[in-house]
């Protein structure tokens, strides 16, 4: 299991996001009012989330998914430039990209892979107008390829700027690419899960989620929207032991004191059920469609945070919705404890959710926009901080009466991630 996770990241030309560089440790909060760009930093770990996926990057992710570039692109801006970089198993590494047009359609122009060592920085893979290369080993036997117009490319060889280069030598190339690769595939962006009643999903023809039978199959982390969460606690159960009987002990908080076990029940061709064993005056089992919303977002953070391993960055949007304040709290921990081996970014407007924090001054990053609409990330002063919880009981109720900006750092110096 790969412990690389990602520890910064950077955006220029998204929407609002001008130019900015957020660093990851720890549980990451992003605040700020609508439309200040917290939702386009999880868009644009996102898209790189997906840097693997098989087929023409361009079309299938960026038009198909995203809507296009024009979509993306900053007013203004001639490119969208995002980049990374990766710490954890072995040397420290970035990798980047650049998307522009090239008259009316949308190309990948520049990319690039960098490994930092002892001796400095090394690239491992350089793309731009010009030229193609990469490495195959660490002792830099180097194949290059000229793009020059007319050249004929091998096959195996996708250099057209409508893909990324990077999944066709991630497997054959130096092995500090197939680290960049699986880091990327191991981005997890959740939004709020699908926590509708079931009547309400019928009314929009939603037959799957947490609430309904799910077909069985191995599931070793929760997938967006919770929607195989039937799944991923069959397989916790399977864990047995330890890693059950805290499962168990966590949800007694949002499920009541009288829960006995949580059951995976047959309901029919191949398919398994959630239900809930209570003891005491209940004295029965209730099926997942049964439980309120709060019930079935809490059961999802807790298969969340279980199996958070192996994870680069766990990113979640609005994780306050539907959670009483004393089950968001325990959310709130819970995700600081995951971000204690995998960085986590969160946005939320909840004030409760701020209370909730260990350590505000390290986590909170409020997005604002400046005159001319671009984000900019600042970070709390923690000596200030602390004069002011001598009468609040959290960042939160210092927010929600109009504070916030006494607590604020004077300037916030991001670093800048560079590029051949």
């Known amino acids: 299991m790969s412990n690389d996770r990602i520890t910064q990241i950077h955006i220029a ?35 790189l989330s997906q840097c693997m996926t098989p087929g023409a990057f361009v079309n299938d992710v960026i038009v198909r998914a995203h809507g296009g570039l024009e979509s993306l692109l900053r007013k203004g801006s001639k490119n969208l430039h995002i980049a990374v970089k990766i710490e954890g198993d072995g ?14 359609s949308p190309a990948v122009t520049e990319e690039y892979a960098n490994r930092f060592g002892d001796s400095g920085l090394f690239p491992v893979l350089t793309r731009n107008a010009s030229k193609t290369l990469f490495f195959r080993s660490l002792l830099r036997e180097a194949i290059h390829k000229a793009i020059d117009q007319g050249e004929e490319v091998p096959p195996n060889f996708p250099l057209g700027n409508q893909s990324l280069l990077l999944p066709s030598v ?5 092995p500090s690419l197939k680290r960049i690769a699986e880091a990327l595939t191991n981005i997890k962006v959740h939004v709020p899960f699908e926590t509708r009643a079931l009547w309400q999903q019928k009314e929009l ?50 499920l009541g004191s009288d829960l006995r076990d949580i059951q995976l029940t047959a309901a029919g061709r191949g398919k398994i059920e959630l239900q809930a064993l209570y003891g005491g005056a209940l004295n029965s089992s209730l099926p997942a469609e049964a ?17 958070a391993n192996g994870n680069s960055l766990i990113t979640f ?11 968001l709290a325990r959310v709130v921990w819970m995700l600081e404890e995951v971000g ?3 960085p986590v970014i969160i946005s939320t407007h909840s004030d409760r959710l701020l209370d909730a924090l260990t350590d505000p001054a390290r986590s909170v990053v409020l997005c604002e926009l400046d005159d001319q609409w671009a984000t900019h990330l600042r970070r709390l002063d923690k ?24 607590v604020l750092r004077d300037s916030d110096d991001a670093m800048k991630v560079q590029h051949p």
Do not use: C
């Open 13 to 47: 030309g998204l929407r609002s996001l001008a130019d900015v560089t957020l660093d990851l440790s720890g549980l990451q909060v992003l605040i700020g009012d609508n439309g200040t760009g917290k939702s386009s930093i999880l868009e644009a770990l996102q898209i």
């Open 91 to 104: 040397p420290s590494l970035e990798y980047g990209f650049i998307l522009e047009f090239i008259g009316n």
């Open 170 to 174: 991630a497997p054959m190339g130096d």
């Open 205 to 254: 023809n939603i037959t799957a989620g947490p609430r309904w039978p799910d077909t069985i199959d191995q599931s070793d982390s929760l997938s967006r929207y919770a929607l195989n969460l039937a799944n991923v606690y069959h397989h916790l159960r399977n864990q047995g032991g330890e890693v059950w009987q805290r499962v168990i002990t966590t949800a007694r908080f949002g």
């Open 291 to 307: 439980f309120s919303d709060g019930q079935i977002a809490f059961l999802a953070f807790i298969a969340l945070t279980e199996l």
């Open 317 to 327: 949007d609005e994780p306050e919705l539907h959670l009483h304040p004393a089950l």
């Open 340 to 342: 204690s081996k995998t």
């Open 383 to 406: 000596e200030k901080l602390h004069q002011w919880f001598e009468d609040y009981r959290g960042f939160g109720s210092l927010r929600a009466e109009g504070y916030e900006r006494h």
